[in-house]
């Protein structure tokens, strides 16, 4: 299958200037324009660069985590199955990615409460349990412990290649 890159590229350029923003809101299911992606990322193949994607979290009124979705259902560790309108459909978690609202182009449902549980459910699962980091210092990770416990001339020398955020921690961390 051959890739139409130059053909979404023109698309999005009308989507980024597109005037008409939507509301959306938490378990809506929209088309939304997720266009044409690299290697094994979700694409689209229709004609406006659509697909199915539920909103799983709304960050701004502008940006929010969306998952697509797919009638190729088949069973998998990042695949939720549910039915939507009378169609099976496949929950892409793996394929979940931040969107603008200005790629939503016309809702089509919402995700029942119990599938929207097991969409979050899942996507909680993808992340391990965190450790706490001890603390050096008052310095939050064992690297910002070894910057700042660098002599002046080193933090200096850090300072000029990577910018004034080591001095100034190597400052403050100092103090305390």
Not at 46 to 55: T, Y
Not at 94 to 102: H, I, P, V
Not at 129 to 156: F, H, L, M, W, Y
């Amino acid at each position: 299958m051959i890739k139409e890159f130059d053909r979404w590229n023109d698309s999005k350029k009308r989507l980024d200037q597109n005037p008409l923003l939507v509301d959306f809101h938490e378990r809506e299911i929209w088309w939304c324009s997720i266009g044409v992606n690299v290697g094994s990322e979700q694409n689209s193949q229709s004609v406006d660069f659509s697909r199915p994607v539920i909103i799983t979290k709304k960050f701004t009124e502008r940006i929010f985590w969306g998952v697509p979705l797919t009638t190729k259902v088949r069973l998998g560790e990042f695949r939720i199955h549910f039915v939507l309108n009378n169609v099976e459909n496949d929950i892409l978690v793996l394929q979940m990615r931040s969107y603008d609202r200005r790629r939503l182009l016309r809702k089509i449902g919402v995700l029942s409460e119990p599938d929207y549980e097991t969409l979050t459910d899942s996507i909680i699962r993808l992340f391990p349990n965190k450790t706490e980091t001890p603390q050096k210092d008052g310095v939050s990770s064992e690297a910002e412990a070894r910057v700042c416990n660098r002599s002046i001339e080193d933090q200096a020398l850090l300072s000029r290649f990577f910018g004034d955020r080591y001095f100034n921690r190597y400052k403050i961390s100092s103090r305390i």
